[in-house]
């Protein structure tokens, strides 16, 4: 069964430093998100990805966030200069169609903890 | 601002019995309402979605209803099982790509 990937599975960075955080979703989706979890917190939703652009952000994508589809197959994430509350579960997932409406595939997570 | 509100952080059921989870919300008209379970350190995994003119979605096991008089979904699983024991998220969304989450609550089926 197709399946949504991640990776890293655990990134560990310095506070001001950069991450990329990658995402490969099940390859006949047209719709892409980025949720993150706090540990022992609700998932919150950062941004949805459609037709190349972003459709949809919470308030917590500022601009030390940037969502990119370099290619046909990767969709990343990238947090420009990191800091200590960042540190979190960041989950991938796409949709075949809107994920309000259809389901949504999410992935394993990428842990990321910032030093 | 939106508020969601699942009724306990944790619930213990004993095997065989059935499970309820209740989702309430406040200060938001969603169109569709979803159900997901997450096992510790994995995703979510969806489970159910029904929209806001939809009275009750049943799926094997699982039964989900949708009142929005009163703003409330009731999530059910009959003849629990120890491996239906997990966390179970509530989420809702509108006509657009953003979906907002409950914490969870945490089910403990007892064998």
């Known amino acids: 069964e197709p399946e949504v990937t991640q990776t890293p599975s655990h990134q560990v960075t310095q506070m001001g430093q950069e991450v990329i955080l990658r995402c490969v979703p099940i390859?006949?989706?047209?719709?892409f998100y980025w949720y993150r979890q706090i540990l022992g917190q609700k998932v919150e939703f950062l941004v949805s990805f459609y037709n190349n652009e972003i459709s949809e952000k919470s308030e917590i994508f500022d601009d030390q966030f940037s969502v990119e589809r370099p290619d046909g197959s990767n969709f990343t994430l990238k947090i420009r200069s990191t800091k200590l509350e960042d540190s979190a579960m960041y989950f991938c997932?796409?949709?075949?169609?809107?994920?309000?409406?259809?389901?949504?595939?999410f992935g394993p997570g990428t842990r990321l903890t910032v030093l | 601002s939106q508020k969601i509100e699942q009724n306990s952080e944790a619930l213990n059921i004993q095997e065989g019995k059935t499970a309820t989870l209740t989702c309430n919300y406040t200060?938001?008209?969603?169109?569709?309402l979803q159900w997901y379970r997450q096992d510790p350190g994995r995703g979510p995994v969806f489970l159910l979605l029904?929209?806001?003119?939809?009275k009750e979605k049943r799926k094997e096991r699982l039964k989900v209803t949708f009142d929005t008089t009163l703003k409330q979904s009731l999530f059910h699983i009959t003849a629990s099982q120890p491996a239906d024991s997990a966390t179970y998220l509530c989420a809702l969304a509108n006509r657009d790509d953003k979906i907002i989450f409950g914490k969870g609550t945490r089910l403990h089926i007892l064998p």
């Open positions: 029904i929209r806001e003119n939809e």
């Open positions: 390859s006949n989706h047209l719709y």
């Open positions: 200060n938001y008209s969603p169109a569709y």
């Open positions: 997932a796409s949709s075949e169609n809107s994920g309000s409406t259809d389901t949504q595939y």
